[in-house]
Each structure stands twice: as structure tokens, then as C-alpha cells.
């Protein structure tokens, strides 16, 4: 369901994403974000997926670096430590809720699918149930639209560092020439 003003997403950027996941990837919108060394990091998704499965989750991360880093966020604790301070500070509800008011404006831009209407992801907009979610958003969106997942970046630091995730697979490919005896290569590696 590709809109027309939106680019569909290139074989490159698709057969990287699949690098990443270790399998196809399904309802791609858009590459919704790339990391410095220029691979996709965030997907914009289809809320349905072309099996017909609801799918809420707009932006998602599919950077195993970036995955990596996030989840040891998540192990240390905060997701609860951010619930607390949205259940106290209202001022941070009320960005919260506006980055829930965003989410949900972005995915109807793909389609409406009702039964997820109204359901953003994340756990938004009174908690914080996945911080990929809100990582993913906010590479996407840009600071200044998702509080947590600004502040939950900020505390990953350089997770593309030391080296590019495109360095390492060229490095890879350059390493594996293709199988001469498919007629595709003379064995070269070139």
C-alpha cells in the first residue's frame, strides 16, 4: 500500500533489512530512519500486513546493534522507571500522549485498519511497555515528538560504533565470491 508521493523501498534496502532480521521482511512502508553507516535502522510498517494481520507497530527497529542496545535498556530497569515518572509528572504525560497523537496520525497515513484503531504501540500513552518502539519513533519522527524515546537515545550513546554495519558486509561479500560453478562468477571475486 505504498502511497505515490512515497518512494517504495529499494531491493538494497530490503535485502539489508533481511541481513538484519535473518528473514524477509513483511508490510514495508519505508526506510523510516538509517543509521550513519547508511542501512536502514527503522522501518515504517503497514498496519496490515499482507497476510491481513493487524500490525500496530508503525516503526520498527530492525538494526541488530541498535535492537542490542535497546534491550539492555529494557533489562536495566527503564521501562519502570519511566512508567513511574509518567504517572507523576504531567508534564511528560501530556508530551507522551502527544507522541501517542503522532503515532497513530503517521499510521493512518497507511490505512485504517479498525481493529487497532486507537492502539499505538509502545505501551503509549500511560506507559512504557517497549522501548523499541519508542526508539524507533523517535529516529523516525525526529527529535522533539517522542519524549522517552528521545531520552531512551540518548542514553544508548554511539551504538553503530566502532565500525559501520555497511563496512562489515562489504567486507563480507568481498570476502565470499560467488559459487563459480553457478556460472555467475570465473572464481575471482570480482
Known amino acids: 500500500m505504498s502511497a505515490p508521493d512515497r518512494p517504495s523501498p529499494q531491493p538494497a534496502d530490503l535485502a539489508a533489512v533481511e541481513r538484519q532480521l535473518g528473514r524477509p521482511p513483511r508490510g514495508v512502508a519505508e526506510v523510516a530512519h538509517r543509521c550513519p553507516c547508511g542501512e536502514p535502522d527503522v522501518l515504517r510498517t503497514e498496519p496490515r500486513l499482507p497476510d491481513g494481520t493487524p500490525f500496530p507497530t508503525t516503526y520498527y527497529a530492525t538494526c541488530p546493534r541498535l535492537t542490542g542496545a535497546v534491550s539492555?535498556?529494557?533489562?536495566?530497569?527503564?521501562?519502570?522507571?519511566?512508567?513511574?515518572?509518567?504517572?507523576?509528572?504531567e508534564e511528560l504525560a501530556a508530551a507522551y500522549?502527544?507522541?501517542?497523537?503522532?503515532?497513530?496520525?503517521?499510521?493512518?497515513e497507511l490505512g485504517d485498519v479498525?481493529?487497532?484503531?486507537?492502539?499505538?504501540a509502545g505501551g503509549m500513552p500511560t506507559r512504557v511497555k517497549c522501548l523499541h518502539v519508542l526508539v524507533g519513533h523517535a529516529l523516525a519522527a525526529g527529535p522533539g515528538v517522542n519524549p522517552l524515546g528521545d531520552e531512551a537515545l540518548a542514553m544508548l550513546g554511539d551504538w553503530w560504533s566502532p565500525t559501520s554495519c555497511a563496512a562489515l558486509h562489504a567486507a563480507e561479500d568481498a570476502a565470499d565470491p560467488a559459487d563459480p560453478a553457478d556460472g555467475s562468477s570465473d572464481g575471482s571475486g570480482a
Open 72 to 89: 539492555t535498556l529494557e533489562t536495566a530497569g527503564v521501562m519502570k522507571e519511566m512508567t513511574e515518572r509518567l504517572a507523576r509528572d
Open 97 to 108: 500522549g502527544r507522541a501517542h497523537e503522532h503515532y497513530l496520525a503517521r499510521r493512518a
Open 114 to 120: 479498525p481493529e487497532i484503531d486507537g492502539i499505538s
